[in-house]
Every structure is written in structure tokens, then in C-alpha cells.
């Protein structure tokens, strides 16, 4: 399905919906008549005479609109048309008319792959119907959606593709895939052999009861006249069954959302490359598969890290954090003005916030107020949690450098994200942010503008947070 805006007098569509605030809509000819079918003004009414959905909202925000751009398209994905015009009752703004078109095409997305027989889907273009041109600059507004939306349904793809699939050497076909589809993206992957020679010791460790290897996959967009240069790392845990910390045979469903991280930096770094930012991007990508067998890193053992660090493991499903102290040591490396991590890390981070808000750390106030406040606009629902000395405590090992599990069950999304700070170096500290994504990535319920399964959390936030660099540059 596609989007457009359409200007003047004259739209052919074959069906129309019509957008209000319920307080004027219930003052209009049309409410009257609706009335006497029972439409009380609250929610969605089709009228099938004049092939009209009337919907009715309290207020005309961005976020009403978004959403209910994804339940328009929804709406009429089983019915017989296949272009449907909107109009917004009222006053129309380049943000709303931006939250209708990328709602509709996120909206539009499920995972059908694993179906044989697949449902229909007759609607091929939603068109905003702008009858007054109001809007300005439409094209650029179109193309930005479509981009976006794309990247966030191809991230939502990946994460639902299935274990048996999706192994880290699949990761690494894909992302070079993406290197061999922009034509602006570089692409390295580096192997179990290159990863020894980088001392990822942490990193092989958890992967080492795979049968499927490791791969470090680094994602490099480089503009001419970039200013900047932010470094993304995303968690890539193809599948976590826990190690031989073996999660409960409940957890271990959705795990395969636990490389939404990674999927996401892929993401992003696609869209930045196709909206031609002028920011150099890199995504690193920690793809592994946490198992067990007569080799699995165990609960005791000493981890020697990239950075030199000793890690003592006490719970071996406390792996994501391994894999990342590796790929931020990487990562720093690259020297970046912005290194930023997204991880489905903890739990604890969806009992604190629940299911649909990330949670983002670090020590720099003023960086992680900027990226919740771009969050937030996105559409994306994000939340500060703050670090402290007592945490912190909570970590510390008394026969290596560092704890990887917390001596406590409180504040775990918390102490996840001090370990990991562990690993950034003095000079990157106030430039490094982490994202716990735990919460939104995988959800087992349609919600919001989201479909049951993974949602691409982290990309429209990441995206918007890029622009806005790029902007400031």
C-alpha cells in the first residue's frame, strides 16, 4: 500500500473518510443524520450509502491521528476498495497530516509469511485528500513517511522471522543485503576467528554452545561533508534460551525478539542513507545465539572483555550485556561524537515502565532529556531511568573487575545498564546513551499503530534523533 497527498478539487477515490473532533461533529448535518442509525459520535461509523467512514475523536492530536491512520487502513482492509480518501475536519498542519501517513503505513503491516493461506488485502492507496493545498512542501512529507515506514515494517520482518531462520550468519546476509540494495552503505562482517583476533571474549562466550557462529556485523554510512559521526550498537541475540541459567519454558517464547536491537540499528542506518542526512551512521551489530551444551560459558566462570575488564558471570541469561561490553568497546573505537545502544535487555526494565515504553540511560542529562523529547514527537513512548551510586554497588564482584547480574532483584534495568557503563571509557561517558527496549519491541497484542509481534521499536526515535543531530551540525 501507498501513501499520497492529494491537492484541489476532484479526487477520484473509492471511498471516503471523513476525521473530526467529536464536539463539532456532533453540531453537523451529518451527525443527524448518522444519529438515527445509533451513531452517538463516539468512535467509527460506515455509511455504506454514501461509502463514508465517519470518525470521531476528542481531540485532533498527532497521536489520535497516528493511530487512528493505522486503524483507518485496518478498518478497510477486508472491504472492497482499493483507494480511500481522508479528510480532517477542520484545520489541517503539516504534523498531523505527517502522523495520518505514517500511522496508515504502519498500520498496514503484519506478519503473513508463516501463512499458507494469506488474508486479502484489496486497499492499495490511502489519499489525503488536502482540497484547500494547505500543506506545503508535500512530497518531501510523503517520501519521509514512506522511508520510515518501510524501515520500520523491514526491522518488524526480521525480528518476526522465525529462530530456525533467523541465525546471526542470516543477520549478516541480510545486512549485506542492505549494503547491496542503497549503494552507500558499507558492510563488514567479521567472523568467529576475527572476533578471537579482537579478544570479544565476552561475546564468544555466550555464543560458544551454538551450533550457529557469532558475527560482528558493521554497518558503515559515510556522506560527503558529514559533520558528526554516531554509532549505533544493537543487541543481535537470534535466540536466548538462557544458557544453563535455562529460562522457564514460558520465557522462552518471543525470545526470538531478542535481537530487536540489532534489527533496529539496521533500520535506522537504511533510512538515514535513503533520506540523504548528512551524518556519518555506523551500526554495529552483536549477532549471536545463547544455547547450551557440553562447551556453555557457566554460572562462576571469569570472562576476560575487550577493554581488559573481568567480568565474573553468576547467571549466564544475563548475556546481552556481554555481547554489548564487546561491541561498545568496538564501537568506541570508531571515535563517535554519539554512541547510542538499543537492547531488549532486561525485564525489569518492562516491570518498571510495562510493555509499551523503552527505557534510556546514561550520564549526560542534557543528551538523554534531547533523545526523550525527540522520542516522544516520533511517536515512540520513552522513559529516564537514573542511574546511582547504590546501584552501582550492586554490581561489583569480589574475585573480578565487575558482577554481570545484580546482588539484588531491584532496580535490575538499572544495574544492566551501569554494567555496561563499565565498558565506556572515561571520554565517551557523556556521549553514550542505552536504550532498553525491552518493553515495546515484542508485544503479543495489535496496540497503538503496532501488529502483534515486534513493533521495530527504536527506529522512528533513533531516525527523528539523527535528523535532528544532522540539523544542529
Known amino acids: 500500500m501507498k501513501v499520497s497527498i492529494a491537492q484541489g478539487q476532484n479526487i477520484k477515490i473509492d471511498a471516503n473518510v471523513c476525521i473530526a473532533k467529536k464536539s463539532d461533529f456532533t453540531k453537523s448535518a451529518s451527525f443527524k443524520k448518522l444519529k438515527a442509525f445509533g451513531f452517538e459520535g463516539e468512535g467509527k461509523f460506515f455509511s455504506q450509502e454514501e461509502k463514508t467512514l465517519y470518525v470521531c475523536l476528542e481531540t485532533l492530536d498527532s497521536e489520535s491521528i497516528r493511530e487512528i491512520g493505522a486503524q483507518i487502513v485496518r478498518y478497510f482492509k477486508a472491504l472492497p476498495y482499493k483507494s480511500v480518501g481522508v479528510n480532517l475536519e477542520g484545520k489541517w498542519n503539516e504534523k498531523n497530516a505527517y502522523a495520518l501517513l505514517i500511522g496508515a503505513l504502519l498500520g498496514a503491516y503484519e506478519c503473513i509469511v508463516y501463512k499458507s493461506k494469506k488474508p486479502p488485502f484489496v486497499l492499495k492507496e490511502l489519499i489525503l485528500c488536502d482540497e484547500k493545498a494547505i500543506l506545503k512542501d508535500t512530497q518531501n512529507m510523503v517520501n519521509k513517511a514512506t522511508i520510515i515506514a518501510e524501515n520500520v515494517n523491514f526491522v518488524r520482518e526480521i525480528i518476526n522471522t522465525i529462530p530456525q531462520v533467523a541465525t546471526p550468519k542470516y543477520l549478516a546476509k541480510i545486512a ?15 567472523d568467529e576467528n576475527d572476533l578471537e583476533k579482537e579478544k570479544m571474549n565476552a561475546f564468544l562466550a555466550v555464543n560458544r554452545a551454538s551450533n550457529n557462529p557469532p558475527r560482528l556485523i558493521h554497518l558503515a554510512y559515510k556522506p560527503k561533508g558529514a559533520k558528526k559521526r554516531i554509532v549505533l550498537v544493537g543487541k543481535g541475540l537470534t535466540y536466548d534460551c538462557g544458557g544453563l541459567s535455562l529460562k522457564p519454558a514460558d520465557y522462552m517464547v518471543t525470545m526470538k525478539a531478542d535481537k530487536s536491537g540489532g534489527c533496529a540499528v539496521m533500520g535506522i542506518i537504511q533510512a538515514i542513507a535513503a533520506l540523504g542526512v548528512k551524518i556519518e551512521v555506523h551500526s554495529i551489530i552483536g549477532a549471536a545465539e ?30 546481552g550485556r556481554l555481547v554489548l561490553a564487546d561491541c561498545l568497546s568496538y564501537a568506541q573505537d570508531l571515535n563517535p561524537d554519539v554512541l ?30 534531547r533523545f526523550e523529547s525527540i522520542a516522544l514527537e516520533s511517536g515512540e513512548l520513552m522513559a529516564t531511568l537514573p542511574f546511582n551510586r547504590h546501584i552501582k554497588k550492586l554490581i561489583e564482584s569480589k574475585i573480578a573487575d565487575v558482577c554481570n547480574i545484580s546482588s539484588s532483584r531491584y532496580g535490575g534495568a538499572i544495574s544492566a545498564g551501569l554494567f555496561l557503563s563499565e565498558f565506556i571509557r572515561k571520554e565517551y561517558q557523556d556521549k553514550w546513551l542505552h536504550i532498553d527496549i525491552a518493553g515495546p519491541a515484542y508485544v503479543e497484542k495489535e496496540w497503538d499503530i503496532n501488529p502483534f509481534g515486534a513493533s521495530g521499536a527504536g527506529v522512528r526515535a533513533g531516525v527523528e534523533f539523527i535528523l535532528d543531530l544532522a540539523s544542529k551540525a
Open 340 to 369: 547510542i545502544d538499543f537492547a531488549t535487555l532486561t525485564g525489569a526494565c518492562v516491570v518498571a515502565l510495562g510493555e509499551y515504553t523503552s527505557g534510556i540511560m546514561g550520564h549526560n542529562t542534557a543528551l538523554k532529556n
Open 176 to 190: 549485506k543485503q542492505v549494503s547491496k540494495d542503497s549503494g552507500q552503505i558499507e558492510c563488514v562482517v567479521l
Open 290 to 319: 545463547n544455547m547450551i551444551g557440553g562447551n556453555a560459558y557457566k554460572p562462576d566462570d571469569v570472562l576476560v572483555s575487550r577493554e581488559g575488564k573481568t567480568i565474573e558471570v553468576r547467571n549466564t541469561d544475563a548475556e
